[in-house]
């Protein structure tokens, strides 16, 4: 038989923001901002939990807490239309769009039922009985106290810092010409486009709406539950021998059930006092029957344990109930779905009912602002603190809106999310520096990682500086067009340290530079410089520019600075009367003559071009031929380090980046050592911040530098994969300071990754206090860019070489690669 949905519908108003039933039932709605999944600790668990069960003891008896977890299917949609996007940013928008992932919203509804209302069951649903009328009007104050109650819920659920509730407005619980309000959007399982969204509503034989086939599983029966539960569970995907790994008692029928889904949890709030006279009551029949049947023995023996424990350790007696609504386009995909649903019960120890007979009852009871119409007889009699066991506790990640970050993605499906590892943290106070700390191993992803980390920062204006020694981003230097620093037998390594851009005079801090270079070069690091050769050479330098400037601008270079030591300076020391003891510019001279022209390292001072480094905003430094020799290496280094000193003090409002790749082998050279220490600690007052990446543990326990310098000024930490580690891995732990949360998402990185997708996980820290892991996935175009492997890069090269540019050959070698499969 037909009706007319305005017929049945319950609601009779929503004032005040607040939902009126015909009954006077009033519900006030929250949205529920939760923690992301795989985020919270065996403790966070449980302060949430109890967090909840204090929460519910502040609800006056008659309050229903509904909790309706809405998981929808949904993809990503990219965005073509950004202005100034990257030829990689492009390809990383096609590699995602469309990826599928679950929509996730949180709404908790809490009731109050006017007093002396009829309690509801199977027989007495508003949806058989829609003419009822409120038995009583509502008064303003029991509005009010009502109110206050909701508000003290809030406060304290929000006091716990896991959880954020923003009260929905009344345009928010309606629909409207351009929104579909919370109760249309229950109704017709859909948040389409309200001109669109009605459609029939079949209770008949099942739930159908439109051309949705949904189920309803139920939580309702003593035996069908659990027989043990807890806030938390073992994850076993992502748990080892050592570590078992934690999510919510109730997380697989929330983001864990990978289809369309409504979770819905209702907890009653009854007078405690009638309550346990109504099980004494119970309990006095029970025992009279108790000789006649072993189950009413059976139920005696629950009954008593139940009042024991409700009157010794004050328990709040309640009621509750808990449901799955999953749906389908089609009849078809129904097996499917059942058997998801099953599984996930069965993972929780219970058995999956559906309903059948009771399912239209039920669901016209989970319409926001219906609560009060639930079926009684579908409720158990429980505690608080068991029924809040199995409130889902976890949502999808959160994408950051900072400006500034880079794409990661989620650990269950990959949804690119955006993350910002430097500024955000900042501003709440959970770092108070942007310097990072990089450890993995070899293979675990770490250069894609770090390539992808500073193409991020590249493209949203940074200037990268970049120290490495194994050519990991040459790709990436060639794709920006950035400069590249090697040494090749045919092609060494060339700077001019002496250069200074048009418009820009000699700075102390420039003149500071050349000073210590000189001294590099001239003196060994065991012998010490007198005070007369440090004010000798600061006056050569100013000279030297003095002079330059007299010569209608002659560009600076080493050579000429040899040749105004050796012409012009050698006199001014004689009209100075400058004894050698004070001064020996003759050994100076000589020490210095290999660097002049015709010396064996007069290329390396003396570069006629990549001369502007101040404005260039990627620079490499590849080290990897001159890491051990022991000239050309602490002059390169020195150089290094004057770059980043010069931007970083020069270019002001500008975010300035060093990475140090295989710190190891730079910081074993002293001179290096005191530079990054010195970057580490005051980096972070020039808005700018620094990274050392390294791939082997004893590398880092047995350099000081990096444990006392580096380690403990950087407040970002990230780890790639660690099982190779994981018999040792609490020498890590205790170095790098990790909580033992933070241990169980480093060794359940790379755990259960998704076969059909080539990705690798990464953890990372913020300030010790709040840690997620995250893939790191990027397209085939990121992947060619970045990638590492010798026979990849020559195709790379040849397909450059052949197309024109970098850019151009890698769009030619995916499509290549996508046209053979």
């Known amino acids: 038989m037909e009706k007319l949905f305005d017929d049945l519908f319950p609601i009779l108003d929503v004032q005040h923001d607040c939902i009126l039933s015909k009954q006077g039932d009033i519900t006030i709605v929250f949205k529920a901002q939760l923690p992301e999944i795989f985020s919270l600790s065996d403790q966070d668990y ?11 003891r502040l609800l006056p008896p008659g309050s229903i807490l509904h909790k309706q977890d809405y998981f929808l299917s949904s993809t990503y949609r990219a965005d073509f239309q950004k202005e100034d996007t990257s030829f990689l940013s492009l390809s990383s928008e096609r590699f995602f769009n469309e990826r599928p992932f679950l929509d996730h919203n949180c709404y908790i509804m809490l009731t109050k039922r006017p007093a002396g209302r009829k309690i509801s069951s199977s027989v007495l649903s508003n949806l058989l009985r829609p003419t009822l009328v409120a038995q009583q009007a509502l008064s303003d104050q029991a509005l009010q106290e009502f109110l206050t109650s909701a508000g003290q819920f809030k406060q304290v659920l929000e006091d716990s810092g896991f959880i954020h509730l923003a009260q929905l407005s009344g345009s928010q619980l309606h629909s409207n010409a351009r929104s579909v309000g919370l109760i249309e959007q229950y109704c017709y399982l859909s948040m389409a486009d309200p001109s669109r969204i009605i459609r029939d509503i079949q209770l008949k034989d099942g739930i159908k709406i439109g051309e949705k086939h949904a ?83 059976l139920a005696l023996d629950a009954t008593n344990e139940f009042l024991n424990e409700a009157i010794k350790d004050q328990r709040l007696p309640v009621k509750a109930h808990f449901n799955v609504l999953a749906w389908s386009d089609s009849e078809s995909e129904s097996r499917q779905i059942k058997n998801l649903v099953s599984s996930a019960l069965a993972q929780m120890d219970a058995s999956a009912k559906q309903e059948t007979r009771g399912a239209g009852q039920i669901f016209w009871a989970g319409m926001p602002g219906n609560q009060a119409d639930f079926p009684m007889n579908e409720t158990i009699d429980t505690f608080a603190e068991q029924a809040c ?25 990959g949804k690119p999310v955006h993350v910002d590892l430097s500024d955000e943290p900042i501003k709440k106070g959970i770092c108070t520096n942007r310097n990072k700390f990089i450890l993995g191993p070899s293979g675990s992803g770490k250069s894609f990682f770090t390539n992808h980390l500073m193409r991020s920062y590249y493209e949203h204006g940074a200037h990268v500086v970049i120290v490495d020694v194994g050519h990991s981003y040459q790709g990436l230097c060639d794709l920006v067009d950035g400069y590249y620093f090697t040494y090749q037998e045919t092609n060494p390594i060339r700077f001019n340290p002496f250069f200074i851009a048009p418009g820009e005079i000699l700075d102390t801090e420039k003149k500071e530079s050349i000073k210590t270079l000189i001294l590099a070069l001239w003196k060994k690091d065991s012998e010490e410089f007198k005070r007369s050769e440090y004010v000798a050479l600061s006056n050569a330098i100013t000279l030297y520019y003095q002079y330059l400037n007299a010569r209608n601008g002659e560009r600076a270079s080493f050579n000429s600075f040899y040749e105004f030591l050796r012409n012009e300076y050698i006199q001014v020391l004689k009209t100075d009367k400058v004894s050698e003891r004070d001064f020996d510019i003759a050994n100076l001279l000589y020490v210095l003559r290999p660097y002049y022209q015709g010396g064996e390292f007069d290329y390396l001072l003396n570069a006629t071009e990549n001369l502007d480094l101040l404005s260039e905003r990627l620079i490499v430094f590849e080290l990897d031929a001159i890491k051990s020799h022991p000239i050309l290496f602490p002059v390169v280094t020195i150089i290094i380090m004057e770059v980043f000193i010069s931007k970083m003090r020069k270019l002001k409002g500008v975010r300035k980046i060093i990475l140090v790749e295989e710190a190891w082998k730079a910081i074993a050279k002293e001179g290096m050592a005191e530079y990054l220490q010195y970057i580490f600690k005051t980096v972070r007052k020039f808005f700018g911040e620094a990274i050392v990446v390294t791939q082997e543990v004893e590398d880092i326990i047995s350099s000081p530098i990096v444990k006392q310098a580096i380690i403990n000024n950087s407040d970002c930490k990230i780890l790639l994969d660690q099982s190779k580690y994981q018999n040792k891995f609490d020498q890590i732990q205790e170095l790098l300071g990790l909580t033992e949360k933070e241990k169980a998402m480093v060794l359940s990185v790379n755990k259960a ?43 790379v090269a040849q397909y450059a070489k052949k197309y024109g540019s970098i850019s151009k050959g890698i769009q030619m070698l995916t499509a290549d690669i996508q046209n053979s499969k």
Request: proline share 2%.
């Open 215 to 297: 189920q309803l599983y139920t939580l309702s029966d003593p035996e069908e539950m659990p027989a043990q539960c807890s806030s938390r569970r073992n994850y076993e995907k992502y748990s080892t021998d050592q570590i078992k790994f934690s999510i919510g008692f109730a997380s697989t029928l929330g983001q864990l059930l990978s289809c369309n889904h409504i979770y819905n949890q209702y907890v009653f709030i009854e007078n405690t006092e009638k309550t346990l006279k109504k099980l004494e009551r119970k309990r006095l029949r029970l025992q009279s029957l108790s000789l006649y049947s072993r189950e009413n023995s």
């Open 46 to 56: 449980h302060a949430f939990h109890n967090s909840w069960v204090k929460a519910l």
């Open 753 to 795: 990754n998704d076969p059909l997708k080539k990705y690798k996980e990464v953890f990372i820290s913020l300030g010790g206090t709040l840690s997620k892991v995250y893939r790191t996935e990027v397209s085939a175009s990121e992947y060619y860019a970045y990638t590492t492997e010798e026979t990849e890069k020559i195709k």
């Open 389 to 413: 066991c199995f409130l889902n506790m976890e949502t999808s990640y959160h994408s950051s809106l900072s400006p500034v970050g880079l794409r990661l993605g989620d650990r269950l499906t």
